[in-house]
């Protein structure tokens, strides 16, 4: 299985990304294609630097049109005055940043995924753009309180976003990669002044991307994740992660435009095909014990802290006990550098006066999720794959749920479509 990790521990943006694939040995010439695919008038520079000592590249998107942010956003307002949403984008980019003046009109996000739409590129690539900007598009309109219709790109600020967008997919796509992993997000501190004033770091378009994400401030004053690099993590599904074991055959750096002295600036990328484990090498441990006198919201309340603590999985059963009482056995699985987390959590929350504990061997499928559109809205799928081969496919239960709640549709319609989706997406795939 061929993976694709992501350091991000100076954060990311879009031209970082485009950097990365670069130095990773993607052709520039294939960013230049799929901007005359799209039509729009811009252009890409691409060139060696340094960054803290660590050679990287630096990829520039040229607009028509000088002086723009990397994202401007107009929102109409339906009942007065169109007002500018902007987003300081700290040291990912070559100038400073200060209060721009633009002219009230822009591409919507309808003309943008028109205008993917008719470019001729490849189909994943094209589907890839549009849930990024997609992505990006909702997150303005939550923050906001707008309809989706009512978001517009300033047009500078959207070529730009375009231009890093789709050829962000067009390279991620190119390099033939099955899962996509990351390392936590460093996002930065401080504030960044935006269009309706002065917010902490990341800015809120920023923050509603990086949900699901796990992220930290390292303790630098700067923003260091853009709305678009954000977006394009939630495009591609990544997964946070430690660097699993794989056999690696490139490695890439992005470069952003500051070069401060506290840390690198750049993105890592690193691509290399999974190494399967050996049998003995996925060990886990297993804490049980057993309880005569809870109540179940208690043993309800102890499964869901235990997960939440970092369990890989907690069970409870049935079981008659001594004096002929039925009881309760409640068993947790965890990594054995959890074992002492999880064994004090349930010496603390339940009644029970010892656990056991032990450690056992275990093989399990190497897993990735997916994400398939259904017509009633996106379902995450969880993916188990035997040497290389899919082997089990299975539906996110809550978000098959919550689809069936708004809609009003059957729970096993929606589970059923999904699955549907899915094998649909593999089969396509695998062709």
Same mark, same amino acid.
Request: glycine share 6%.
């Given at each position: 299985m061929r993976i694709a990790y992501l350091d991000c521990f100076s954060g990311i943006s879009g031209d970082m990304m485009l950097g990365a694939l670069?130095?990773?040995?993607?052709?520039?010439?294939?960013?230049?294609?799929?901007?005359?695919?799209?039509?729009?008038?811009?252009?890409?520079?691409?060139? &060696?630097?340094?960054?803290?000592?660590?050679?990287?590249?630096?990829?520039?998107?040229?607009?028509?049109?000088?002086? &723009?942010?990397?994202?401007?956003?107009?929102l109409e307002q339906a009942h007065s005055h169109e007002q500018e949403h902007h987003h300081d984008h700290g040291h990912h980019h070559d100038h400073e940043h200060g209060e721009h003046s633009h002219p009230p009109h822009g591409r919507s996000l309808q003309e943008i995924e028109a205008l993917i739409c008719a470019a001729r590129i490849e189909s994943s690539v094209r589907d890839l753009a549009l849930r990024a900007f997609r992505l990006l598009g909702e997150a303005e309109a939550k923050i906001h309180n707008i309809p989706l219709e009512k978001i517009h790109f300033h047009e500078v600020g959207a070529v730009d976003a375009i231009v890093d967008i789709t050829c962000a997919a067009a390279g991620c796509v190119s390099l033939g990669v099955d899962r996509w992993l990351c390392s936590p997000v460093n996002v930065g501190g401080g504030t960044v002044k935006c269009g309706h004033g002065v917010f902490p770091v990341p800015a809120p378009a920023t923050a509603e991307l990086l949900k699901g994400a796990r992220v930290y401030n390292s303790g630098i004053d700067a923003e260091l994740v853009t709305p678009t690099g954000a977006a394009i993590l939630r495009a591609l599904n990544v997964e946070y992660t430690v660097l699993p074991e794989l056999t690696v055959e490139h490695i890439g750096y992005g470069a952003g435009s500051r070069d401060p002295k506290e840390t690198a600036n750049v993105v890592r990328i690193t691509i290399g095909e999974a190494v399967a484990p050996s049998e003995d090498a996925d060990l886990v441990t297993v804490i049980e014990t057993a309880v005569d006198d809870l109540t179940p919201q208690i043993i309800s309340y102890v499964i869901e802290q235990a997960m939440a603590a970092g369990a890989l999985d907690v069970m409870s059963a049935p079981v008659q006990m001594k004096k002929n009482r039925?009881?309760?056995?409640?068993?947790?699985?965890?990594?054995?550098?959890?074992?002492?987390?999880?064994?004090?959590?349930l010496l603390r929350e339940t009644t029970t006066l010892g656990v056991r504990m032990r450690q056992e061997r275990r093989r399990v499928l190497q897993r990735s999720f997916e994400t398939v559109t259904t017509q009633w809205g996106d379902v995450r799928v969880k993916l188990g794959y035997l040497n290389g081969e899919l082997a089990n496919c299975a539906p996110e239960f809550e978000d098959c749920r919550r689809i069936a709640q708004e809609h009003g549709v059957p729970l096993k319609t929606v589970m059923q479509e999904a699955l549907r989706r899915c094998g649909a997406a593999q089969g396509h795939s695998a062709r």
């Open positions: 670069v130095h990773a040995g993607v052709n520039p010439e294939l960013f230049r294609r799929t901007i005359d695919a799209l039509g729009v008038d811009a252009r890409i520079e691409v060139r &060696a630097v340094n960054r803290s000592g660590i050679s990287s590249t630096k990829v520039d998107v040229i607009a028509a049109e000088s002086g &723009a942010d990397d994202q401007h956003v107009v039925p009881g309760h056995l409640i068993t947790a699985l965890c990594r054995p550098e959890d074992a002492e987390r999880i064994s004090s959590l």
